[in-house]
């Protein structure tokens, strides 16, 4: 019989496990606490909206090297779309400006050079920015990197808080770096931006599903495993809704949930073991309108725009939906959500009204408030010294997830990246 690999967790880290290992000749088992697979990045039926949306606003980039591969191994490539070509809109509320970045197509960063491709009334010089970021310690944040100006306040502030969900004065350097070097260092084909046409539930799961299936690997939701039996530094068997799900002696397990679930696990077993244990929310506000918006110009192309001088960092446009993502919301805790909506709205309405063909309506007919209180961990340097590697001291078990040391922020990319990670650990594949 074959050995059998069992992924505890069904997010885009734990599939990326499953679509990694599957086909490898091993019996493959997903146990997926919740009604469906996705985590974060997943789709629903909202019943206040009356409309199937994503419960959080996902921007990919063409870097995203993990991610692609796996939508290519799924076949889940075709349902993502975009402008084709790395074009970031944005509008200045603070100071009524507005532009689209237009990154050079190569690794030579030409668009510096010419003031309609670039940040408004930035300085050649403030590039020093990226470097810094990219040549970053470990103890440093992002605030300690970046040079007073245009490109900070305009592009890479907001870019900062997008990326890491964590503000630039508690953030890391580091990590930001990382990004920096995966992305803008390597000129505009690896910032070809991409999101779902449908939802995320449509490009990152239902189609990985599918493949799973065809693969014979077995998804079994509402199966929370609450307890693993250990001896002899290795897991004996898994504690599921159904009773004690035993292990033989070649069977392996691929930890794929939250930091505090992992912690609950194992802390039992594995003495000194210890996780992220500080979180930044996510705010996504989904306004949906009486009828779809004709948009204009590049924002018409791209379907999205960034915010600066604003509460939220984006705009989505997708059919009669227009959603906003406010990052490292715990800031904005205290404040009374409805309110917060109709600041929202304001300052939607200001930045879409001149780039659309009809005024937005003073009032949005529906809206929906989605706060994730545990977004991601707070990408400080002190909690990314808390993230543990994919191998553990039990020797049949890895870590899967976007907490766990990928050398990324929380990220779809990191995230998956995590799960292979957690397969080529356990010696279920060799990295290709």
Known sequence: MASCVHIIGGGVAGLAAAVEVAGSGRRVIVHEAGRACGGRARSYEDKQLGCRIDNGNHLLLSANKTVFRYLAMTGGTDTLTGPGIPIFPFVDLAEGARWTLDLSRGRMPWWVFQPHRRVPDMRVVELRSLQKLMQAGEDEHVSDCLLPGALSRRLLEPFAISALNTSCETGSAALLGTVVKESLSLGGKACVPWFPKDGLSETLVDPAL???????AEVRTQSRISALDVS???VTALHGPDGTIPLREEDTVILAVPAPVAETLLTPHVPGFQTPNAFESILNLHFRLDAAPQALGSFARARFMGLVGSIAEWVF?????????VSAANRFAEQDPD???RAIWH??????DPVLKEPLPATPPHQRVVWEKRATFAATPEQNRLRPGAATQLVNLALAGDWTATGLPATLE???RS??????TLGLRRPS
């Open 414 to 416: 990191g995230a998956m």
């Open 232 to 234: 002899r530094g290795r």
């Open 419 to 424: 799960g292979v990670k957690a397969v080529h």
């Open 317 to 325: 446009l997708r059919g009669d939906i227009l959603s906003v993502t």
């Open 347 to 352: 300052d939607v309405r200001r930045a879409c």
């Open 210 to 216: 599918a493949h799973l299936a065809i693969l014979q």
């Open 339 to 341: 309110d917060l909506a």
